[in-house]
């Protein structure tokens, strides 16, 4: 039995739903980021208990399909953004569409109905808030995030940061180094 989980977005979120389902006496095959296997069906009291105790965790048992999508949408983004290192080699609607077995233009539009942006500015977004971890860490130039982040120039990063934040990313650099010296000074 397949079971959809909102909000998983992390390693942790993963561990969480894992030591709940053992701790309901539940076994899985498989657990990753929106999804979770489980051998045996799940009586009414059982399934009530755990969408309790994800609830407690921040995470949301799905029974929707068109909430099941979305979350996958949102999962294929934040994996893609958070923990993918090799560049798309095709479009990104095409990869989300191979992704999901769906038509883009009906993704694109249950998305936008749903959630009230579009996927675009959502991924968009989700570029620049990792934009902004690698500009905290300080280990690599803007030169290098572009790059890792996959932007076609560091002129384009820096005016799709602006866009978002209001903030250059140098500035936004200068921001988080400028509050670290204040601390260190009390």
Do not use: W
Not at 63 to 78: A, E, F, H, P, Y
Not at 82 to 98: A, D, G, M, N, R
């Amino acid at each position: 039995m397949k079971l959809h989980i909102k909000n998983m977005v992390c390693i942790r979120c993963t561990m969480v739903v894992k030591a709940e389902l053992e701790q309901l006496g539940l076994h899985y095959t498989n657990v990753v980021l929106g999804e979770a296997d489980i051998i045996e069906n799940i009586s009414p009291e059982q399934l009530d208990q755990f969408k309790r105790a994800l609830l407690k965790s921040g995470l949301e048992l799905m029974d929707n399909k068109k909430s099941v999508l979305i979350q996958k949408i949102k999962t294929v983004i934040v994996e893609l953004v958070h923990y993918s290192e090799e560049p798309l080699t095709i479009k990104f609607s095409e990869y989300l569409s191979s992704k999901l077995n769906h038509d883009y233009t009906y993704l694109a539009n249950l998305f936008s109905e749903v959630q009230g942006t579009t996927i675009e500015k959502f991924f968009i977004a989700h570029k620049i808030e990792r934009v902004k971890e690698l500009l905290v860490y300080n280990e690599l130039t803007l030169t290098e995030i572009a790059f890792k982040m996959h932007y076609s120039s560091v002129a384009h990063l820096s005016s799709q940061f602006k866009k978002v934040t209001g903030l250059t990313p140098t500035h936004f650099r200068q921001l988080k180094d400028k509050r670290r010296s204040m601390l260190e000074d009390v």
